[in-house]
Nanobody
Framework: QVQPVESGGGLVQAGGSLRLSCAAS????????MGWFRQAPGKEHEFVAR????????YYADSVKGRFTISTDNAKNTVYLQMNSLKPEDTAVYYC????????????????WGQGTQVTVSS
């Protein structure tokens, strides 16, 4: 099985940028759909972005479209989430997840989850 491991979270001022990384422990991410989700205190997991590793197709939540970019590095077997123009409402624990399905839209479509990394955006 594949185990995602996130890194790159931290504290940043509004308008700033962060890049989250998700490396694979175990098997490669190739042929998986990789997703980023986030969970703010007291809220449910929220979909952020996903990428089909094989095709490169991406999909974003409306709340992050134009500000966040999901990408992959095959050589490093790593998925990235570049976050620009961050807002206080982006504050959450960010999770990387992997799905073996052809299409993975919701949380329950994902089989493997990382431990999460905290992103805090100050105003």
């Amino acid at each position: 099985q594949v185990q995602p491991v996130e890194s790159g979270g931290g504290l940043v001022q509004a308008g700033g940028s962060l890049r989250l990384s998700c490396a694979a422990s175990g098997r490669t991410f190739i042929n998986y759909v990789m997703g980023w989700f986030r969970q703010a205190p007291g809220k449910e997991h929220e979909f952020v972005a996903r990428i089909n590793w094989s095709s490169g197709r991406t999909y974003y939540a409306d709340s992050v479209k134009g500000r966040f970019t999901i990408s992959t590095d095959n050589a490093k077997n790593t998925v990235y989430l570049q976050m620009n123009s961050l807002k206080p409402e982006d504050t959450a624990v960010y999770y990387c997840a992997a799905s073996s399905r052809l299409v993975a839209r919701i949380k329950n479509d994902y089989d493997y989850w990382g431990q999460g990394t905290q992103v805090t955006v100050s105003s």
